[in-house]
């Protein structure tokens, strides 16, 4: 069993920037590929980034790249999702999600273990 706790949420303006953080808990973290995924009111969960377990093979939503960037500190057992650039649209609630697959990182059925979630809010 994996617990995943994230943190660095809050509110921000838009243009500005957070870093999330999420850690995990036991021995295995580098064993796990990792991801963060995003909901906002009324929505479905949507994929935002994902990095395996070396972080050799990194993926982004295409509206998140080139403002996001995803790592991990396997010395830690941290994911870390830098922020900039946030834009309204990326008001959601903030999830990372560990998975002992090593495919299909951008489906949130891959994973297998959940965090409680961090809130972003960014206003215009």
């Known amino acids: 069993q994996v617990q995943l706790v994230e943190s660095g949420g809050g509110l921000v303006q838009a243009g500005g920037s957070l870093r999330l953080s999420c850690v995990a808990s036991?021995?295995?973290?580098?064993?796990?590929?990792m991801g963060w995924f995003r909901q906002a009111p009324g929505k479905e969960r949507e994929f935002v980034a994902a990095i395996s377990r070396s972080s050799s093979t990194i993926y982004y939503a295409n509206s998140v790249k080139g403002r996001f960037t995803i790592s991990r500190d396997n010395a830690k057992n941290t994911v870390y999702l830098q922020m900039m650039s946030l834009k309204p649209e990326d008001t959601a609630v903030y999830y990372c999600?560990?998975?002992?697959?090593?495919?299909?990182?951008?489906?949130?059925?891959?994973?297998?273990?959940w965090g409680q979630g961090t809130q972003v809010t960014v206003s215009s």
């Open positions: 999600a560990a998975t002992w697959s090593v495919q299909r990182l951008q489906l949130p059925g891959s994973y297998d273990y």
């Open positions: 036991g021995r295995t973290f580098s064993s796990y590929g």
